[in-house]
């Protein structure tokens, strides 16, 4: 039986996922706060997780792209297709020399279900405080919304998602880091 806190939570990331997938989130819930500027460093971090060696930190990924996803809740329906999208197309963003990492309040024992139950070969970090969610500006509450960032391999933040729709986000995002990789090459 879900106790009311669970039940509450539950509902509310599910109207959130709903409202996300069908590109309604309220300005105020897609911002959720002030956004971290482009082209700066991207908050460091390290969480918990339920792969390697229970803990994941950005600058574990130097010298690669990363893909932070914040995502309401396992095992809601707008994040189950997100994940699934990402494991998808996880052969191309290997290509691309990215990373891919989901970060939500749920715990680790969720994360481990959620990936077993989706077959998800990318780790799925537990900021159950949401200190790390607040930091990208992220945050409701108690769950973080639904956002992405794309970080080059310097660390730096390149861009950013809000209120995706998970049907099309990853293909979206495999699309801005073409753009992204092509612009750097360029450059050099």
């Not at 297709?81 to 990373?99: H, M, S, V």
């Not at 279900?113 to 900021?127: H, I, Q, R, T, V």
Request: net charge negative; proline share 6%.
């Amino acid at each position: 039986m879900l106790s009311r806190p669970n039940f509450l939570s539950i509902l509310l990331a599910s109207c959130l996922a709903c409202f996300t997938w069908l590109n309604f989130t309220p300005t105020a819930l897609a911002l959720g706060g002030k956004q971290l500027p482009l082209n700066q460093p991207a908050p460091e971090f390290t969480l918990p997780t339920n792969t390697g060696d229970g803990e994941v930190s950005l600058s574990d990924y130097r010298g690669n792209w990363v893909v932070v996803y914040f995502y309401p809740k396992d095992f809601t329906s707008g994040c189950t297709i997100e994940a699934r999208r990402f494991q998808q197309d996880l052969p191309k963003y290997i290509e691309r020399n990215t990373q891919i990492l989901g970060i939500s309040a749920d715990d680790v024992d969720s994360h481990a279900e959620f990936c077993d139950s989706e077959g998800l070969k990318f780790p799925l970090l537990a900021d159950t405080d949401g200190s790390v969610s607040k930091a990208y500006s992220s945050w409701m509450r108690f769950i973080s919304l639904r956002h992405t960032y794309i970080i080059d391999p310097d660390g730096i933040l390149r861009e950013r998602f809000l209120g995706v729709n998970p049907v099309i986000h990853s293909m979206e995002v495999l699309a801005s880091l073409d753009e992204l990789q092509s612009r750097m090459k360029d450059e050099v």
